[in-house]
């Protein structure tokens, strides 16, 4: 079955840089790529997907990048801010469900 | 708009003690439903899901039951909990299959078994 690795498990930046996650995937078949941002205390919330047929799609400072071939996909964040420290989680939607990433913890230092 | 509530927010019980959480969703009709766990450090778990009233699929065997008794409400129940029961209980709906509407989650359930 589908198998989905992130990383890091925690990333640390200081405010203003860039933050970038990455997934990886098993399951070539697999053709949807959704990020979610989980506050605390709170459930996750969707943040930006990518469909297998597109290499790339940005919404303001935050871009994901899909990689077919070598099977990954990458969350990016550019000028990082207070309110973007959170857990991060990828998924990947393989055989009608979503598998999901173990979350990558971000702080953002003042 | 759509709103979705899951309660308790905590809730501490013993092993062997029967479990009972509830979701239910708001501002649509025939949502798909989902209950997920999340464990410490991992990634979430889907643990069953729902089409329609009265239809549940299993994804992983345990000790654990949904049911759907009306179109927008969702209960998760075990007979007799057990230690590893415990964890972030989810619930979530969705318009249309999870690759073609996002989940919207509710704000979990932190699940102590002692």
């Known amino acids: 079955g589908e198998n989905v690795e992130q990383h890091p498990s925690t990333l640390s930046v200081q405010e203003g840089d860039s933050a970038v996650i990455k997934c990886t995937y098993s399951?070539?078949?697999?053709?949807?790529f959704p990020w979610y941002k989980q506050e605390l205390g709170k459930g996750p919330q969707l943040i930006i997907d990518?469909?297998?047929n597109v290499g790339e799609k940005k919404d303001q400072r935050i871009a994901v990048t899909l990689n077919k071939t070598a099977k990954h996909f990458s969350l990016h964040i550019t000028e990082t801010q207070p309110e973007d420290s959170a857990v991060y989680f990828c998924a990947a939607y393989s055989n009608y469900q979503l598998i999901w990433g173990a979350g990558t913890k971000l702080i953002i230092k003042p | 708009s759509q709103t979705i509530h899951q309660w308790p927010a905590t809730l501490v019980q013993p092993v062997g003690s029967p479990l009972s959480l509830e979701c239910t969703v708001e501002?649509?009709?025939?949502?798909?439903l989902y209950w997920y766990r999340q464990a410490a450090g991992r990634g979430l778990q889907l643990l069953f899901y729902?089409?329609?009233?009265?239809?549940i699929s299993s994804e992983v065997p345990q000790n654990l039951s949904a049911s759907r008794p009306q179109d927008r409400q969702f209960i998760l129940s075990s007979k007799k909990l057990l230690l590893s029961d415990s964890g972030f209980y989810l619930c979530?709906?969705?318009?249309?299959?999870?690759?073609?509407?996002?989940?919207?989650f509710g704000n979990g359930t932190r699940l102590t078994v002692t």
């Open positions: 501002g649509t009709s025939n949502p798909n």
């Open positions: 399951d070539s078949a697999s053709n949807y």
């Open positions: 979530a709906w969705s318009v249309l299959a999870a690759n073609n509407s996002p989940l919207h």
């Open positions: 729902s089409v329609g009233i009265g239809q």
């Open positions: 990518i469909r297998s």
